[in-house]
């Protein structure tokens, strides 16, 4: 197994460096979508009175309170009543606007805005469930530089062509505590191979969320993106690629990390909040988000000590941009677009970006906005936990989307038998 290992460690010194290139090139290659040319005021008054049901998911209450801020704010700013409607998986939205278009539903459609990435994004795109393109005709998309930040217009290695406007950012980082970590003599572990060790040093103390969680899934590209020898081939579909080949080096680690993890890697955590608890109470080492506010949200809502820090790996971690899209058969169209360009403000972004509100970064760039916008954003605590950008490190590009099905199906088959 070590010879097994010293292979791996060369592909991800390998498999990282290939991967930003690749990356780069591939974003070079994106042109934008001329956006809809009607005047912005008159979007705005077709929208008062209009409802918006906007589908997002609803299993924190720091993001509940977001939208229920952001609802009376377009109340009483545009006379749009905006409605939060809570889902715990957004596919199965997908799965309804789809059958409303089987059915010849063309207008008066359920859902009026979606927050969407990902796979999601890509099957609505495909299947022609999208309205627009209109992102980049919103006034407040001129605050987004996407040659400083690609991915607000690459999602998941698929171009937005302005049918998804960005509304965050995200990054893998993972969540320790100082305090038990200083009383074990220990280290973060700083990338997939030392977190190998990290296990086999505390075994049964590290786990991660079950697939297909988001953050689970999340974690298992993050280790092939360390692992595999051909980063470069995750950014395309996985259609073009050997799966077995690419796949194979996270396999192996997988099989020897599991049975070091909590309860022997026979039972999971169902998602990545369940790892809060258990990192509070010490039966587990590492935690994990998406989010690399969460922590410092965390400690201020009480859920986990002030001796809680976040940290990411050596080589890089995922990172990638969440968006807003209006779905083909929305009544709402005009409202939804308000709504949107609301929530990418200046204003609305800051906010959101307050750790003590949701900690959610923000998909615009301090480049494009003037001294007062910079300074809402400035003036925020940054939060005890929360990495500044420097520190944040390198952002790895998400495999594209095609990646996920079939790893969360292969996973599956090798560990849930």
Do not use: C
């Amino acid at each position: 197994m070590k010879k097994n290992m010293s292979s791996i460690r060369t592909w991800s010194k390998k498999a990282t460096s290939a991967l930003v290139m690749a990356t780069v090139a591939f974003i070079g290659s994106a042109s934008a979508i001329e956006a809809k040319t009607v005047p912005w005021q008159e979007t705005v008054e077709q929208s008062k009175g209009q409802t918006v049901y906007f589908n997002a998911w609803g299993g924190s209450e720091q993001i509940n309170g977001y939208i229920d801020w952001a609802t009376d704010q377009v109340e009483k700013r545009y006379g749009i009543a905006l409605k939060h409607v809570k889902v715990s998986d957004t596919s199965s939205v997908v799965s309804r606007v789809l059958a409303e278009k089987v059915a010849g539903r063309k207008s008066n459609g359920t859902v009026d805005l979606v927050w969407i990435n990902g796979e999601n994004f890509r099957s609505m795109k495909q299947n022609g469930l999208l309205f627009g393109p209109f992102a980049e005709g919103l006034p407040s998309f001129q605050g987004v530089d996407s040659q400083e930040k690609p991915t607000t217009v690459l999602d998941f290695g698929e171009p937005a062509d302005g049918l998804e406007a960005p509304w965050g950012m995200a990054q893998l980082v993972f969540i320790y505590d100082t305090d038990t970590f200083s009383r074990k003599q220990a280290t973060p572990p700083a990338n997939a191979l030392e977190l190998l060790e990290f296990a086999r040093k505390h075994k049964g103390r590290v786990t991660y969320p079950l697939p297909p969680d988001f953050v689970g899934t999340t974690f298992l590209k993050q280790l092939l993106s360390e692992l595999t020898p051909e980063p470069g081939v995750l950014l395309k579909p996985v259609s073009e690629a050997d799966f077995d080949a690419v796949t194979s080096p996270l396999w192996r680690y997988l099989d020897e990390l599991h049975p070091l993890l909590w309860r022997e890697g026979e039972t999971f955590p169902a998602n990545n909040l369940a790892l809060t608890p258990m990192l509070d109470d010490g039966e587990i080492l590492l935690s994990m988000t998406f989010n690399p506010a969460y922590a410092s949200s965390a400690i201020a809502s009480g859920e986990l000590p002030e001796t809680v820090r976040t940290y990411v790996h050596d080589v890089g971690t995922l990172g990638n941009t969440h968006f807003l899209a209006i779905p083909f058969n929305s009544d709402s169209t005009e409202a939804a677009q308000v709504v949107i360009n609301f929530l990418l403000s200046p204003e609305a972004q800051a906010h959101k970006a307050d750790p003590d509100v949701w900690g959610d970064p923000t998909v615009l760039s301090m480049s494009q906005l003037n001294s007062i916008e910079r300074k809402r954003f400035s003036s925020l605590p940054l939060g005890p936990a929360t990495l500044s950008p420097e520190a944040l490190g390198k952002v790895l590009p998400e495999p594209h989307s095609s990646w996920v099905a079939e790893l969360e199906e292969a996973w599956k088959a090798r560990y849930r038998q």
